[in-house]
């Protein structure tokens, strides 16, 4: 499993809440992953988010921040202004390259009219930039070129 996965749940969630906007930063240090991913979509303030099932958008859902809570006891979800902001960390052997999942972060992003900003390797990203270096992302040659970019990137990091 890919711990960044989890990443892929925060993004779909900021998706299904309306978010205009979504901010992924992936950060590594000591051995450690720390993700960030922010949003301005709407809030559940009611809703125990990392409880087994804690979801109001019915049932079988609400399983990923339970397990996620498993990963990374101190793993948070606050409202800070007008912001969501989903913070977790884990070891850095439960994380792939991150070139799976990335593609399809800004896949559904722009197919969804979302401006999306990633942050990894300590090299900011936006929806715009990566189609203006790689074209079409919904080809296997874009694809391609962000995958093999975004894990040079990361591998730099280490």
């Known amino acids: 499993m890919d711990a960044l996965d989890f990443l892929f749940e925060a993004v779909k969630n900021s998706l299904e809440a309306g978010a205009g906007t979504v901010s992924v930063r992936v950060e ?9 991913c922010t949003d301005d979509g709407a809030w559940e303030p009611d809703v125990d988010h990392f409880a087994r099932g804690g979801s109001s958008k019915g049932d079988g859902r609400g399983q990923g921040l339970y397990l996620l809570a ?3 006891r101190d793993a948070a979800l606050v409202r800070a202004g007008d912001r969501t902001v989903l913070t977790y960390s884990f ?4 994380m792939g390259d991150g070139s799976q999942v990335y593609p399809f972060l800004f896949s ?7 401006h999306l900003v990633l942050d990894a390797g300590g090299r900011v990203l936006t929806d715009d930039d990566m189609v203006s ?10 694809i391609s070129g962000m ?6 990137s990361i591998d730099s990091e280490q």
């Open 91 to 94: 070891p850095r052997r439960l």
């Open 108 to 114: 559904m992003c722009r197919s969804r009219g979302v």
């Open 28 to 36: 590594m240090d000591d051995g450690q992953v720390h993700v960030t």
């Open 133 to 142: 270096m790689f074209g079409d992302l919904e080809t296997a040659g874009g």
């Open 70 to 72: 498993r990963l990374d």
């Open 147 to 152: 995958k093999r970019f975004i894990a040079s």
